[in-house]
């Protein structure tokens, strides 16, 4: 084991937009996605121990709990078991990101777990190998895993480099309500949609709307239909001054507007500012890796 102390971001994950394209035969479905990433995130830190702990604090610490069938745990077991790696570590995770809000606040957090304790425990494990852990904890972890943005294809295994997005302005608004993300898929009803990949390089926040405009989340209808507080945060996004597009990210509840940058989205995180609703800017990351530097 290598001694020391690491910590590392989370990043939130948005759903630039949405395409259910199908259904496999044991029900999971399709998708075509463009997924990228916010300079807002949970913390997660590790550091040399006798045995696994894991400790949660920060504002959204009481939704989630720590014991074996926590994500983060089960990627640290997961990781040791494929590496023939004891697993002791003393884990903290600080949590800002909501539970069960279309962000990938879970996956995320499962994807840091990976990445620290392999620095921690010193593995050299190879990409495929990283990548098929990560599957096997849950669809939206690999995506998490690659910290970069993707066109996502298949369950959210399948990804592929998107053009380079520009580093716009973005709020991410949640009405603090957790939705489940089965429940919405088994409330989506109609066809399926075409993928809707891109090669165009939006060089603003102006340029990305306007190819997202043409494109949405399939996924906003049957959300809403859940928890209809989705449309009174859409509604409030797209009346905030300079908002260039409001949707929803993922299976919801949490929603984003772009802006032209981030000092764009902190004037209008004020202006929407009201209880309970969670209320976060930040920008658009193409790459978290920036994120270790901050």
């Not at 939130?12 to 990228?36: E, I, M, P, Q, T």
């Not at 066809?191 to 939006?202: A, I, K, N, Y």
Request: overall charge neutral; hydrophobic content about 45%; proline content about 6%.
């Amino acid at each position: 084991m290598k001694f020391g102390a690491f910590s590392v971001a989370a990043a939130a994950k948005v759903n630039l937009y949405l395409h259910v394209v199908g259904k496999r035969a044991d029900g999971y479905h399709l998708l075509d996605s463009l997924v990228a990433f916010v300079s807002v995130y949970d913390t997660l830190s590790v550091s040399s121990a006798t045995e696994l702990s894991l400790a949660i604090d920060g504002p959204f610490s009481s939704a989630l709990g720590s014991g074996p069938e926590n994500l983060v745990l089960r990627a640290a077991r997961r990781l040791a078991a494929c590496a023939t790696q004891t697993p002791c570590a003393a884990i903290t995770l600080t949590k800002r990101l909501p539970v069960a809000s279309g962000i990938g606040g879970g996956s995320a957090d499962a994807a840091a777990a990976l990445r620290a304790l392999a620095k921690l425990w010193n593995l050299s494990l190879s990409v495929d190998q990283s990548m098929a852990i990560a599957l096997a904890l849950g669809a939206d972890v690999p995506m998490c895993l690659a910290g970069r943005s993707a066109f996502v294809g298949g369950i959210g295994e399948l990804l592929e480099s998107s053009p380079t997005l520009p580093a716009a302005g973005i709020l991410l608004v949640n009405p603090g309500i957790a939705v489940a993300t089965p429940d919405v898929f088994r409330a989506r009803r109609g066809d399926f949609s075409t993928p809707g990949r891109f090669s165009e390089v939006p060089y603003d926040a102006r340029a990305l709307a306007g190819i997202l405009a043409s494109r949405q989340n399939d996924l906003t209808e049957p959300a809403m239909s859940i928890c209809p507080a989705i449309g009174d945060v859409l509604d409030a996004l797209r009346g905030a001054p300079g908002c260039r597009l409001a949707r929803m990210s993922g299976s919801g509840a949490t929603c984003f507007g772009l802006f032209d940058d981030e000092g764009a989205a902190s004037r209008a995180a004020q202006s929407l500012a009201r209880p309970p609703w969670w209320v976060a800017p930040g920008r658009l990351l193409h790459d978290t890796s920036c994120l270790a530097c901050e």
